[in-house]
């Protein structure tokens, strides 16, 4: 019973279902298509991969190949970035603008919603510049391993 157990809490011993191998086999495809497989290589794995029964044997399909983010996820991550800062900043000029008002209403004096404006200013502006430049490896194409190598070269036949 615990060896039972234990095999079940492993990933790579869960059963894959139908449209996983689908997932594999179109990955695969894409890869064909960036020339990383040749047409003979593509043919096999793509055997292996609708004979697997295991996410281990689908892993093991792909170990010597790059991942790649689906498109769809980095979308969803460049939203959720874009919408992270965007609450920020929001919230930044609410409150800070609350702070403002509350100061004009009370007669003045000295500017005491500078510390709040000036603090959470400086990490407004570190979120933004994090926000920027997560913007922009999410619209890279190629995982930063690979950019700048040579294609491997051609198999031989």
């Known amino acids: ?4 157990f234990g095999r079940a809490l492993s990933r790579g011993q869960i059963r894959v279902s139908d ?22 290589e593509l043919e096999e794995r793509i055997e ?8 281990s044997d689908i892993t093991a399909l792909m170990r010597d190949l ?10 969803r991550l460049a ?14 000029a609410a409150v800070n603008g ?12 000295e500017f005491w919603p500078i510390w709040s404006i000036g603090g959470w200013g400086i990490a407004i502006l570190w ?3 994090a926000a920027r430049a997560t913007a922009r490896r999410l619209e890279r194409r190629e995982p930063r ?6 294609p491997p070269p051609p198999l031989p036949r």
């Open 19 to 40: 449209a996983e191998r689908e997932r594999a086999v179109d990955t695969l495809r894409e890869h064909y298509a960036d020339g990383r497989l040749s047409s003979d």
């Open 127 to 129: 979120h933004g510049m």
């Open 48 to 55: 292996r991969a609708y004979s697997a029964t295991t996410r």
């Open 66 to 75: 790059p991942s790649v983010v689906p498109w769809r996820a980095r979308q």
């Open 145 to 150: 391993s690979l950019r700048g190598r040579r």
């Open 1 to 4: 019973m615990p060896g039972e």
């Open 79 to 92: 939203k959720a970035n874009r919408d992270a800062w965007r609450a920020h900043l929001t919230s930044y």
């Open 98 to 109: 609350g702070l403002v008002g509350i100061w004009g209403v009370t007669g003045g004096g």
